[in-house]
């Protein structure tokens, strides 16, 4: 697996105030914000994607998820709702090599997903 910036910054080789971490996962603001909340959360342990997880790695999934749904209830976006989203690959748009979760909301979003010419 080749380096890349979230592997950095597991390695807090680059200074980044989190808004959750454990022993296995860590949430961040994302850099380019596309919604008034939009939080990355990671694993610390290094999977590229979820085409290369292991059948180990699905509590560690799930356990992303639940850190998610936490920090929306904490921003209380829970009640009007948000977006998770995980994009795989090149045609997925994955642009950092190491598997992350997205979390959109605080704003109404649009569902503008169709395939680039
Ligand atoms: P994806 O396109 O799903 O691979 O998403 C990668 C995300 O990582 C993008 O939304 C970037 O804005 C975000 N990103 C890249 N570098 C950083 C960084 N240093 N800190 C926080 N977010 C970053």
Do not use: W
Request: proline share 5%; charged share 30%.
């Amino acid at each position: 697996m080749e380096d890349n910036v979230f592997l950095k910054i597991i390695r807090k080789e680059i200074p980044k105030e989190f808004r959750y971490e454990d022993d296995d996962i860590l949430a961040f603001d994302d850099i380019h914000p596309l919604a008034p909340v939009h939080i990355l959360i990671i694993p610390k342990k290094p999977i590229v994607s979820i085409e290369t997880m292991d059948g180990e790695d699905g509590a560690i999934i799930g356990k992303m998820f639940l850190v998610a749904r936490n920090i929306a209830r904490d921003l209380k976006i829970s009640e009007k709702g948000y977006k998770l989203l995980i994009r795989v690959g090149k045609d997925g748009g994955q642009e950092v090599s190491h598997l992350h979760l997205h979390l959109l909301g605080g704003a109404r979003l649009s569902e503008n997903i169709q395939p680039v010419e």
